[in-house]
């Protein structure tokens, strides 16, 4: 394994207890994570399935006694800490209401169910509860590169001499959707299971969850594959919004200041103009991950087991969360 920077000094006095709720591949790619954290910071103390077997060979773990078919049996003999909720877009209200109803931390992978009615009925679920205990895997938000950006961006709000303009270049593809074996439900909010990667982000950026003050005008016209956005907040900035549907490329996201501009495109990589960086090479050696590992995962890992200083304040909670899904249906919807 590369070295990791400066996050590898942190190490917990307890392992984190996780389990997980669903076996397929998404959540075999969360287990890595978790488990690059090793075992003096994390313990895998169970998994939650429909077919043990199945679930064992996939998992290629041999002691059957940590997967479980019933909720209570997992939280009566694993006693996990935090459940990784990670199963078809069309189940994730189901589960996660039988999930909710147990003492444990949630990551939910996003989207928050398949539309925005049902993200708005998984966070009534835990309304009145303790808020930051339930979070949306959106593991974007956790790239270095993302984590520097948001970094380099708070010292500029918190400057506040300038507005920040944001250009967000979202490449869809139905097509694309069907080939990887997703449902029609699906494919049909495909806006919510995948556009909210990389609106999500740009809206981090300028903050919108926090002020919540902002103007969105939609331009629909005559387009049949293009869908543009612009999202005005007197107080932060611009966020402009492309979305080109039926094509294959990769997201992109890039931000100006009145002193200078960063690039980031694809999501992984930045370029960025020399007033910027010095500070965005530190601060993407510091958020390195094993590149063997999904991208983002490692990162929000440490972040759910308290490693890494504040990287912990990353997390989206469930009412951030269904900010998003709420933005993304004003754009394609109304």
């Known amino acids: 394994m ?12 307890n392992p984190l207890k996780v389990a997980f709720i669903g076996v397929g591949k998404n959540a075999l790619e969360h287990l ?7 075992p003096q910071n994390v313990e895998i103390v169970g998994f939650w399935t429909r077919d043990i077997k199945k679930a064992m060979r996939l998992c290629n773990i041999t002691e059957e006694k940590k997967f479980f078919t019933d909720f209570s049996d997992l939280e009566k003999k694993a006693k996990p800490d935090l459940v990784v909720i990670s199963v078809p877009v ?13 003492d444990w931390d949630i990551l939910i992978e996003k989207p928050l169910g398949k539309n925005l009615e049902e993200s708005r009925k998984i966070l009534s679920l835990v309304e009145g509860k303790k808020e930051n205990s339930y979070f949306v895997g959106l593991n974007r938000r956790f790239l270095p590169a993302s984590l520097a950006v948001a970094e380099v961006l708070k010292l500029q709000q918190l400057d506040g001499r300038s507005r920040i303009i944001i250009s967000v270049k979202d490449r869809q593809s139905r097509f694309e959707a ?27 950026y300028l903050k919108l969850f926090e002020h919540q003050e902002f103007k969105v005008d939609i331009d629909r016209r005559d387009y049949k594959d293009l869908m543009r956005a612009t999202i005005n907040s007197p107080k932060l900035g611009i966020l402009n919004y492309e979305s080109i549907w039926e094509t294959r490329g990769y997201w992109g996201i890039s931000i100006h200041t009145e002193n200078w501009w960063i690039n980031q495109a694809p999501l992984e990589n930045l370029i960025c103009s020399k007033e910027v960086e010095p500070k965005i090479s530190s601060l993407m050696a510091k958020y390195l991950e094993n590149e063997d590992l999904k991208p983002g995962y490692q990162n929000q890992a440490r972040a759910l087991a308290s490693l890494g200083g504040d990287l912990r304040s990353r997390l989206v909670s469930l009412n951030e969360g269904n900010f998003s899904m709420t933005l993304i249906d004003r754009v394609f919807n109304e």
């Open 178 to 204: 069907r080939e990887l074996g997703h449902q029609s439900s699906v494919i049909d909010n495909w806006h919510f299971a995948n556009s909210i990667h990389v609106l999500d982000l740009g809206i981090s």
């Open 2 to 13: 590369s070295d990791l920077g400066i996050l590898e000094k942190f190490t917990r006095d």
């Open 32 to 38: 890595r994570a978790f488990e690059s954290l090793g």
């Open 90 to 102: 069309f189940a994730a209200l189901e589960v996660f209401q039988a999930a909710s109803s147990f």
